[in-house]
């Protein structure tokens, strides 16, 4: 059942599912001041709950994932405190994010995006955030706060260079023009498309499969990909090798390794349903 202590949220588990819904449909989900606090407080629990493995994060309704930043808000005084002092400490990095905590970089449980509309300004920024975006085949990207001469201050002028390259990314940042999902998919944006209205039910189903897999190794992988990225190579495998060492150390690896040589997983039972999608089975 959905959590009732967010108005602006939607916080439901299912099992080691996490679901995360901006709930302001009628301000096509953009983020006020409320929201923001609640996502802080929503990723928080999320990230120390020890039975939440995958989260994902929709907006509400059927239009949007989510329009960004609530420029209402932000017109009165509401969404930024813009004084000195607390200006200076976005400038050293003490803050969280402008729309909830999308300056976090170590959060290492996966996400998911499921983006069921517009995903606009911050709402793309949030969706950069996440490690893998199921959009609906009406969806659509667009750094559209070019308008009103407002700019990315939640991860969009970092992520989206790293997701689909420069040049592309130039091309949204500075001409603010919309891209649809098809686009989208073809710069690698998002990773799939599915027919409009169910993009939340692809992404809660891949998030079960994920859940279904050794948690360690993969959050350990997420972690050295992460810190590695755009450092120098040596310095990516001195990463790595720290966090495939941290790991190896876990039962969960010992267990793997008896799975794989009695045969007992999953991928080795011949008529089992394989955990690993579109893997081939060998011959014996």
Known sequence: MPD???????YERRGPVTIITIDRPERMNAIGPDTHRELIDAWTRFRFDD????????????????????????YSGELLDTSDAELAAHDRGERPGVLGPSRWTDLYKPTI??????????????A?????AIADAHASF???CRRWNVGLADGGTQRLTRIIGYRRAMDMIITG??????????????????P???????????????????QPALRSDKEAAARGYGRPLDEGLRIEAQ??????????????????????????IPGARPRTPGLVRSAD
């Open 243 to 268: 966090c495939f060492n941290r790991s190896l150390r876990s039962p969960e690896t010992e267990e793997g390794l008896r799975r794989f040589t009695e045969r007992d997983h999953p991928d080795r």
């Open 196 to 214: 409009t209205g169910t993009c939340l039910e692809r992404a809660v189903e891949l998030a079960h499969r994920i859940a279904e897999l050794p």
């Open 51 to 74: 039975e939440a493995l995958v989260g994902v994060l929709t907006g509400a309704g059927d239009r949007a994932f989510c329009a960004g930043g609530d420029l209402r808000a932000a």
């Open 142 to 144: 667009g750094v559209t």
């Open 128 to 132: 950069c955030w996440t490690d893998l």
């Open 4 to 10: 009732p202590n967010y108005r602006d949220l939607r």
């Open 113 to 126: 995006a499921a983006i069921n509309g517009v995903a606009y300004a911050g709402g793309l920024e949030w």
């Open 177 to 194: 023009r919309v891209v649809d999902a098809r686009e989208a998919l073809n710069f690698g944006l998002v990773n799939e498309v599915v």
